[in-house]
């Protein structure tokens, strides 16, 4: 399995498994455009406020993810590929603002 946290183009190159990527800018609205230009059939997408922040796991219909929670900053999930031993993966993205970076 192989996880990547990176742009679009990187992403299609290296076909990964599990893709979390941060200040995607973007409503919901806008994700499936980008689930098929980087051939991910599934997402959590946590909406950008304004063009501030945003989150998003994908993954291909292969791979079983199933989320356990997620928040503005945080996204954690237990990841199955091919009957595999279960792994928990914690994406995080800690407030754009410097001084508030504890508190996320």
Do not use: C
């Not at 996880?3 to 973007?26: M, R």
């Not at 051939?39 to 946590?46: D, E, F, G, R, W």
Request: no cysteine; proline share 2%.
């Amino acid at each position: 399995m192989s996880i990547l946290s990176w742009n679009s183009g990187l992403v299609i190159s290296k076909k990964s498994s599990l893709v979390f990527l941060i200040e995607t800018k973007l409503r919901s609205d806008e994700w499936d455009f980008v689930k098929q230009k980087i051939k991910l059939a599934n997402a959590l997408v946590v909406e950008a406020r304004g063009r501030k922040g945003g989150l998003a796991l994908l993954w291909p219909r292969s791979v079983n993810v199933e989320i356990k929670s997620f928040s503005t900053h945080p996204i954690e999930a237990i990841v199955r590929e091919n009957d595999s031993n279960a792994w928990r993966f914690v994406g995080f993205y800690g407030h754009h603002e410097t001084s508030k970076r504890k508190l996320s």
